[in-house]
Every structure is written in C-alpha cells, then in structure tokens.
C-alpha cells in the first residue's frame, strides 16, 4: 500500500467568469443609459387643466341630528331639509366618499327621520348610519355580573 507524500491541492474557486458576467452587465446597462440620453426630445406642449378635487381629506362622518319637533342639525348647525340636501350634495361631489350619521329622537315621529334618510338618498350619500344606544338585555344586571 503506497502511502501520500504529497498533500493534495486545496480546490480553488475560478473567478474568471463571474467577472466576465458582472463586465457584461456593466456594458449593457452604461448602452442602455446611452440610447435613453440619444433619445432626440420633441418639443410637445401638453394641455392643461384645472383640478377642482378636494385638497384637504374628507372629513370624518356628519352627524345629522333629527329632534322631535323636525328641527335639523347638520353637525350642530340648524337647517332645513332644502339646505342638508344642497349641503349634502355639496360635500358629496368634493368627498365621493362621504359618510353621514343620522341620529333621531327616540320619542319624535318616524316621519321626520324618513325626511332626513331621502334627503340623504337624493344627496347620492354611500355610507348612511343611523345611531342607537344599545340597553342590557331584561333580567341581566350592568357590570355582566
């Protein structure tokens, strides 16, 4: 059995072609950059136009009180029915989103929270809340004891 008296060679990693990748690379992306800059530029006046979007964002929902002798308020702001629908609409065309919630007397008639409601249709309004106080059920004491 012939014994080793020599040591073999540690593996060694060829560089060579990574290099050559990283150099092609580098060639095609400083063409690349050339075309673009030889791209002859054509005098082009482009139209113009007024934005008349909303430049703040849309405001959180509107509470609309309805109290039970018919008055109106729009966030703490008495009006009419004309007036919400006008308003509404208003904000609706400058908010797409616009949020609104209607909160009705308990003991007034049904009638004039319906008003409201259509007035709200007739504003295109999207997101439509209508607020409620929940109560424990009967027999269940506060605390969920």
């Known amino acids: 059995m012939p014994l080793k008296t020599h040591q ?9 072609p ?3 990748c990283v150099f092609l690379l580098l060639i095609f992306f400083l063409v690349a950059t050339r075309l673009e800059e030889q791209t002859p530029q ?11 979007g909303a430049l703040s ?7 609309v009180s309805v109290y039970r002798d018919g008055s109106i308020t729009l966030d703490n702001r008495p009006v009419t029915l004309e007036e919400l629908t006008a308003q509404l609409a208003a ?4 908010y797409p989103d616009l949020a609104v919630m209607v909160r009705g007397d308990a003991l007034g008639p049904y009638q004039h929270v319906a008003q ?3 007035a ?13 106080r929940t ?11």
């Open 18 to 20: 990574m290099i050559d």
């Open 57 to 63: 964002a849309a405001p959180e929902k509107l509470v």
């Open 8 to 16: 073999d060679e540690l593996p060694q990693l060829n560089m060579t």
């Open 42 to 52: 054509i005098p082009l006046r482009l139209p113009e136009v007024v934005d008349r």
């Open 120 to 132: 709200c249709k007739q504003a295109n309004i999207q997101e439509l809340n209508i607020s409620v």
């Open 135 to 145: 109560i424990p059920p009967e027999g269940s004491q506060p605390g969920g004891r």
């Open 116 to 118: 409201v409601l259509h």
């Open 91 to 94: 904000l609706r065309r400058h």
